[in-house]
């Protein structure tokens, strides 16, 4: 062999073991974390659902390149601080949160965090510094809480022409629901009608909200969504039906889907493909904090007509007409 063509034949050696090597190596496996005050989000989860096949359009397929820890607090919220650690510990990349108290978590444990919903507004709660520029280790999808009460008030108007008193449930410590409560006591206030604040902070305060109702019947109810009044929703259901009451819910997954009378805010499913472009996003290696917050652009009211006729509630058909889906 020519000692030209001996060169020739080493350096292609040379160049293609790196390329044989580069073809062999495993793709990138990224960690995603699912964290809820209640229930897990995990796969059988609706919601989870709509995350995973979103992600799937940017290239990341549980199984092939994507993991999946799903945690929930089952309502004990004091746990969320070691479960986040645990999570750290694991090396997630990013985690979705639902609820303020897991956010709050996941900023003191400095984790790659999208926010899916649930959380209030983050700059009023010091989650960030401001929509456009959160800094920190946090980015996700917002609410306009003003903005929703009012709304929310106004359909509650339309079941209740002659709506004076409303009850509202909230968790009293909850930051992040607290403020969406005061939001929504001064859109009612703002139209004349009477707010009856019932805060609880414990399953047992349950008890002390429906004997404040019978002393006082309210004509409608809005309940601020959060771990503990989710994890005793059977309980207002079951009160709402027994006393006709008109009961108005934030979500309609579970609450609508599940027993409630109706519900009007933001589409989850679009919040969580959002919050699937942002993970994607960060996946990426754009830091969260360079993400600036979104707010939703599609809110739904959701009627469930079967819980309407069974309890006797009648509903103007012109505000059936409205709903953006009904449950017969």
Known sequence: ????????????????????????????????????????????NPLTAILL????????????NLTLEARGAAGEVGKLPEMVRGMKAGQVDVIIAAGFPVILACKVANVPTVVAFGGGDPVATHLIDSS?????????????????????????????????????????????????YDASAGAARSIGVTVQPLGVRAPDDFNGVFEAMDRDPPDAILLVADVLTNLNRKRVFDYAAAHHIP????????????????????????CFERAADLTAR?????????????EPTRYKLVINLKVAKTTGIELPMNFVALADEVIE
């Open 1 to 44: 062999m020519r000692r030209r063509e001996f060169i020739k034949l080493l350096t292609g050696a040379a160049i293609a073991a790196p390329r044989a090597a580069i073809a062999q190596a495993p793709p990138k496996v990224f960690h995603l974390g699912t964290l809820a005050p209640g229930a897990p989000l995990d796969e059988k």
């Open 53 to 64: 096949k979103a992600l799937e359009h940017h290239g990341y397929t549980l199984g092939k």
């Open 132 to 180: 456009a520029r959160p800094g920190g280790n946090i980015t996700g999808i917002s609410d306009n809480a003003t903005t929703l009460s009012t709304k929310r008030l106004a359909l509650i108007k339309q079941v209740v022409p002659k709506l004076q008193r409303v009850a509202m449930l909230w968790n009293r410590d909850d930051l992040g629901m607290s403020l969406r």
């Open 247 to 270: 009961a108005l819910y934030e979500y309609d997954i579970p609450w609508v889907h599940d027993g409630g009378l109706m519900s009007y805010g933001p589409d989850l499913q679009e």
């Open 282 to 294: 960060i996946f990426g290696g754009t830091r969260p904090g360079d993400l600036p917050f979104e």
